[in-house]
């Protein structure tokens, strides 16, 4: 302890054992950190990577080990405390106290507590009624008969469509999509791309409703479950999947001292920096904005492992890691559909090439005319050239 906060020796606490969790402590002793380096969580499971859980691990091809992050044959020197998560974080003197009643000192503290599924307000556990968030959901729908069985799906956006590809591959009989958008992800990917995922998924049998929102599942005596729509309709379903989105679980900090914004996100600087010396954030609990790059997507894969190399950095004192474009991909049938750049930010969609019954579009996005984003569906060769162009920008610029 009281090692200066940017040194090599400094006590680093990591709050919350995922994939930002994991690379923080990695990309320090990366750096030549050699100070001790402690990480809470409270899944009673060795942190494991999420992406699978939507698919691979959805439909069982791939298991629990499969998606661990710690390399056995190469550990990381830290260590571990799992099974009771952070309930307060401390200024003075910096650190964490955990459920069980433990304080855990540090000279850095990161918080990478990730996010928690979003629910409908009436929306219990029990039946069908399954959200995908860690792999006790994911394990929970994997063990759950599929084929045969109708299923509702709350929510468009890449999670629940993953899902609903893996749904249809274990022999579901009906599948049915319940979004506030009439094409999925129109308003952040453009019309176009909402209309060929749409069309990838209707091709293949999924209906999708109108746009609408839904409010609340109720059990019926035979045993199904009824999805109530706020337009007064409802959907009777064997299986309802809620995918709605994700909130910060930040719920433990919210009368501390950090500033979170309206979703819940601790607000952070480009480096990660919460204001509170010796603290910072990173993943999908955190709003990044960047002096250069501007706001920062959450919810992205390479995101959170990108926020970790830059915050490991910082804490070292080593100089500033430039940032990467953002990108994410999701995988749908046979579709790969890949983002790059920062397409949130702009205001023109112009399709490149391919079309929306072709599932291989790949389109263009732009800021006043300059293209700041692309968008690929089974593009993979355009989408790697772009995003190296765009490294190699990023770096020639640093
Ligand atoms: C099912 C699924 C599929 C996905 N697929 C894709 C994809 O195809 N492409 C893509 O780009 N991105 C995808 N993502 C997003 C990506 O996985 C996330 O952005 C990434 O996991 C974020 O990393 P994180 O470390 O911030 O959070 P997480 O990996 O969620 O880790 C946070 C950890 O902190 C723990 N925690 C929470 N509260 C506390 C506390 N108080 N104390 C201690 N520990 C705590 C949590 O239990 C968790 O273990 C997917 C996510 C999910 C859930």
Redesign the pocket.
């Known amino acids: 302890m009281n090692a200066p906060i940017h040194s090599s020796e400094s006590t680093v606490l990591i ?8 690379h923080v402590a990695r990309q320090a002793r990366q750096h030549g950190h050699t100070g001790p380096i402690s990480i ?4 009673n499971r060795p ?1 494991y ?7 691979a691990f959805l439909n069982g091809t791939v298991n629990f080990e499969d998606l661990h992050l710690d390399d056995p044959s190469n550990p990381l020197e830290v260590t571990w405390h799992s099974g009771s ?3 307060e974080l401390s200024t003075e003197p910096l650190g964490v106290r ?1 459920a069980d009643g433990t304080f855990h000192a540090g000279d850095n503290v990161v918080i ?6 979003q629910r409908l307000p009436s929306f219990g556990r029990s039946g069908g009624a399954f959200v ?3 792999v006790e959901d ?1 394990l929970a729908l994997r063990e759950r008969m599929i084929e045969g069985q109708r299923i509702a799906v709350v929510g468009g956006g ?2 629940g469509l ?1 899902a609903v590809s893996t749904f249809l591959d274990r022999g579901a009989a009906e599948i049915t999509v319940i979004a506030d958008e009439q094409f999925p992800g129109e308003a952040r990917l453009g019309a176009a791309v909402g209309q060929a995922i749409r069309h990838l998924h209707e091709q293949r049998g999924v209906k999708f409703g109108p746009p609408v929102y839904a409010h609340s599942v109720t059990d019926t005596e035979d045993g199904s479950q009824v999805l109530n729509l706020t337009n007064g309709d409802a959907v009777q379903a064997d299986v309802i999947v809620c995918a709605i989105g ?1 909130t910060p ?1 930040t719920r ?1 900090l919210r009368d501390g001292e950090l500033t979170l914004g309206p979703s819940g996100a601790i607000l952070c600087d480009d480096f990660g920096f919460t204001g509170i010396p010796g603290v910072w954030a ?5 709003q990044w904005t960047s002096q250069a790059a501007g706001i920062r997507p ?7 492992v990108e926020q ?1 190399r830059i915050v490991a950095a910082a804490i070292m004192g080593a100089p500033p890691v430039p940032f990467q474009e953002p ?5 749908q049938y046979d579709v790969m559909i890949q983002g790059a750049g920062r397409i949130a930010q702009s205001n023109e969609v112009h399709i490149l090439d391919g079309s929306i019954e072709g599932g291989d579009l790949l389109v263009s996005y732009r800021l006043d005319g300059e293209e700041i984003g692309i968008l690929g569906m089974n593009r993979m060769r355009e989408i790697k050239r772009w995003r190296k162009m765009r490294t190699a920008r990023v770096l020639a610029s640093a």
């Open positions: 709050v919350g054992a995922g994939l930002a969790g994991y809470i969580g409270d899944e942190a990577d999420r992406p699978a859980l939507s698919k998560g952070a309930v955990t990478v507590t990730g996010a928690e599924a995908l968030r860690n994911g890449f999670l993953e994700a679980a433990w990173a993943g999908d609990c955190a959450i919810g992205q894969w390479q995101e959170a970790a990108y994410f991909w999701s995988e």
